[in-house]
């Protein structure tokens, strides 16, 4: 077509795909990966206070059971893949959309924690359980189905739909940056289950579910980061666990890295929980089995952070020359009882905050939890104490609140000068000697 008619044509043309969506025209997202003014994080329970709190980075939980329509329902919304409509809840996406936009447009960055939580419909058992999973299982989390056809199908066709509804370049629906796979798979028996299993044929399954991901994030997003979820055991396995219920952290890491490697690799990162290594004891400062080299240490705690980022600098786990990244996902403080409990908490995220500060491979800083709960097997990690008699209803702000909200202001120092002879030192470059 040539003449004066060509540009009204294609205005028109250039209209309609833009009405259709970025992904109409072939083309993931480009937008740069954002840079934070700090790493400060929470897993977020009150969307107004955690923005109140002045957070860069939110953790929010996403449960595949509440989100998959098995029936068709011609209400919700949906995905049509190779010939096939897979619907979706419209209730939890618009939940999910409203907490994620909200975050979003205050420029948080946004990560998702997939998990797979075991469901009373036999529907949703049938595609969304993996076919290795033990009902008799703790926490009733399953790893993700990417085995049966069925189950496979489903998994890309949600992640998919996801991926383009939170990577729009218009910001509808709300941004996502993160997308954290399972929950502490080294732990899988209780937090991401496929029955007994070895290391090696756990990395297998979670490598496949992983890559998928990562496959149907990159279509919609040229920068979106697809993570790996570990607890902190790392040359020891957990030892509330039995034989293929738990393995140690580093091995794991490795057999992922080559199983990756194998089938092409491609930029993973890393989610890392560097809990102290006595949940009970929030002072992360003398953890016994925290010791500086990698290769023998039996933890990583918040104590030899340093030791993570050494590993992951070895050739052999990086990807094109560069080192994976690496978000603190999930780790908190216990509240111990005694007159000095809350003090002492308050003190252990001001130790962790300047250990994470040094880290130059670490982006975030994510604590959890927003309130204490009451079913978490007495642990009391919250900014706030919860009423009594409920699961997680605020009742006051501890100590940790405040000075979680000052980390990253110029308060930061009076702030936290409470904490130094906490720790029995004079000043945050001793912190090594902390006793």
């Given at each position: 077509?040539?003449?004066?008619?060509?540009?009204?044509?294609?205005?028109?043309?250039?209209?309609?795909?833009?009405?259709?969506?970025?992904?109409?025209?072939?083309?993931?997202?480009?937008?740069?990966?954002?840079?934070?003014?700090?790493?400060?994080?929470?897993?977020?329970?009150?969307?107004?206070?955690?923005?109140?709190?002045?957070?860069?980075?939110?953790?929010?939980?996403?449960?595949?059971?509440?989100?998959?329509?098995?029936?068709?329902?011609?209400?919700?919304?949906?995905?049509?893949?190779?010939?096939?409509?897979?619907?979706?809840?419209?209730?939890?996406?618009?939940?999910?959309?409203?907490?994620?936009?909200?975050?979003?447009?205050?420029?948080?960055?946004?990560?998702?924690?997939?998990?797979?939580?075991?469901?009373?419909?036999?529907?949703?058992?049938?595609?969304?359980?993996?076919?290795?999973?033990?009902?008799?299982?703790?926490?009733?989390?399953?790893?993700?189905?990417?085995?049966?056809?069925?189950?496979?199908?489903?998994?890309?066709?949600?992640?998919?739909?996801?991926?383009?509804?939170?990577?729009?370049p218009d910001g509808r629906h709300?941004?996502?940056?993160?997308?954290?796979?399972?929950?502490?798979?080294?732990?899988?028996?209780?937090?991401?289950?496929?029955?007994?299993?070895?290391?090696?044929?756990?990395?297998?399954?979670?490598?496949?579910?992983?890559?998928?991901?990562?496959?149907?994030?990159?279509?919609?997003?040229?920068?979106?980061?697809?993570?790996?979820?570990?607890?902190?055991?790392?040359?020891?396995?957990?030892?509330?666990?039995?034989?293929?219920?738990?393995?140690?952290?580093?091995?794991?890491?490795?057999?992922?890295?080559?199983?990756?490697?194998?089938?092409?690799?491609?930029?993973?990162?890393?989610?890392?929980?560097?809990?102290?290594?006595?949940?009970?004891?929030?002072?992360?400062?003398?953890?016994?089995?925290?010791?500086?080299?990698?290769?023998?240490?039996?933890?990583?705690?918040?104590?030899?952070?340093?030791?993570?980022?050494?590993?992951?600098?070895?050739?052999?786990?990086?990807?094109?020359?560069?080192?994976?990244?690496?978000?603190?996902?999930?780790?908190?403080?216990?509240?111990?009882?005694?007159?000095?409990?809350?003090?002492?908490?308050?003190?252990?995220?001001?130790?962790?905050?300047?250990?994470?500060?040094?880290?130059?491979?670490?982006?975030?800083?994510?604590?959890?939890?927003?309130?204490?709960?009451?079913?978490?097997?007495?642990?009391?990690?919250?900014?706030?104490?919860?009423?009594?008699?409920?699961?997680?209803?605020?009742?006051?702000?501890?100590?940790?609140?405040?000075?979680?909200?000052?980390?990253?202001?110029?308060?930061?120092?009076?702030?936290?000068?409470?904490?130094?002879?906490?720790?029995?030192i004079s000043s945050w470059e001793?912190?090594?000697?902390?006793?």
């Amino acid at each position: 077509m040539s003449g004066p008619n060509r540009w009204p044509v294609m205005l028109i043309l250039i209209t309609a795909l833009c009405g259709l969506g970025w992904n109409a025209l072939g083309a993931a997202n480009p937008e740069s990966y954002p840079q934070p003014a700090s790493k400060k994080g929470l897993q977020v329970q009150m969307v107004d206070d955690a923005i109140a709190l002045g957070i860069r980075h939110a953790a929010l939980n996403f449960n595949w059971a509440q989100l998959v329509d098995p029936r068709g329902d011609t209400n919700n919304p949906g995905l049509t893949r190779q010939g096939q409509t897979y619907r979706f809840q419209r209730g939890y996406v618009a939940a999910m959309d409203h907490q994620i936009r909200t975050l979003s447009e205050r420029g948080i960055v946004v990560s998702l924690i997939l998990l797979n939580y075991e469901s009373a419909d036999p529907d949703l058992r049938r595609i969304l359980l993996h076919p290795g999973y033990s009902t008799n299982c703790p926490n009733h989390l399953s790893a993700f189905n990417t085995v049966t056809p069925e189950g496979r199908a489903w998994y890309e066709a949600s992640i998919e739909f996801l991926a383009e509804r939170w990577n729009r370049p218009d910001g509808r629906h709300g941004r996502v940056w993160n997308w954290i796979v399972g929950n502490e798979v080294n732990s899988h028996w209780f937090w991401s289950n496929l029955g007994l299993s070895s290391s090696d044929a756990f990395a297998i399954d979670y490598e496949r579910t992983v890559r998928l991901t990562h496959q149907a994030v990159r279509k919609h997003s040229k920068n979106g980061r697809v993570f790996l979820s570990l607890e902190h055991h790392w040359n020891i396995a957990y030892p509330g666990g039995k034989q293929g219920q738990v393995f140690p952290g580093r091995p794991f890491l490795e057999a992922f890295a080559q199983k990756a490697r194998s089938g092409g690799d491609y930029d993973w990162h890393l989610a890392y929980h560097p809990y102290p290594e006595d949940l009970f004891n929030p002072r992360s400062w003398r953890d016994s089995s925290a010791q500086p080299d990698w290769k023998t240490t039996p933890r990583i705690t918040f104590r030899n952070l340093p030791a993570l980022g050494a590993f992951l600098s070895q050739p052999a786990l990086q990807f094109q020359g560069r080192n994976r990244r690496v978000i603190l996902s999930e780790q908190g403080f216990h509240t111990p009882d005694g007159p000095d409990g809350e003090t002492v908490q308050a003190a252990a995220y001001c130790y962790a905050w300047h250990q994470v500060a040094a880290e130059t491979g670490i982006d975030a800083f994510i604590l959890h939890r927003h309130v204490d709960h009451a079913q978490e097997g007495g642990l009391r990690l919250g900014l706030w104490t919860h009423t009594p008699g409920s699961v997680a209803t605020p009742e006051r702000r501890k100590p940790i609140y405040e000075v979680f909200r000052r980390a990253d202001t110029p308060e930061r120092d009076a702030a936290f000068a409470f904490a130094l002879p906490v720790l029995g030192i004079s000043s945050w470059e001793e912190r090594a000697r902390a006793r």
